[in-house]
């Protein structure tokens, strides 16, 4: 199993940037996809996360009114759009995939490499 994570740079507070994520190696659709970020220094956060489907979605705390996660079942890629960037949005982002449904858990079994967002003020 493979999760590429791309689409990571340097922006301006208050800009919007857009994260994806290709996965290769399992059956996608059966699979929750959920985006994760660890700032320096500090512990791996939860982002947000989508159902297999697409129909449901669960959004921590950094990523309410600010982004938005979506999926492309028939390309095998999750998506993260985010927008109104801060500086404390800061982090290398993490996609990772977990079969079933269950959203509401930091246990994953697949983890990408991370790509690094940085945001200046």
């Known amino acids: 199993v493979q999760l590429q994570a791309s689409g990571g740079g340097l922006m301006q507070a208050g800009g919007s940037l857009r994260l994806s994520c290709a996965a290769s190696?399992?059956?996608?659709?059966?699979?929750?996809m959920g985006w994760f970020r660890q700032a320096p220094g500090k512990e791996r956060e939860f982002v947000v996360a989508?159902?297999?489907?697409?129909?449901?979605?669960f959004y921590g705390e950094p990523a309410k009114g600010r982004f938005t996660i979506s999926r492309d079942n028939a390309n095998n890629t999750v998506y993260l759009e985010m927008n109104n960037l801060k500086p404390e949005d800061t982090a290398a982002y993490y996609c990772a995939a977990r079969r079933g449904t269950t959203m509401r858990t930091n246990f994953y079994d697949y983890w990408g490499q991370g790509t690094l967002v940085t945001v200046s003020s």
């Open positions: 190696g399992l059956t996608f659709s059966n699979y929750v």
């Open positions: 989508i159902s297999p489907r697409g129909g449901s979605t």
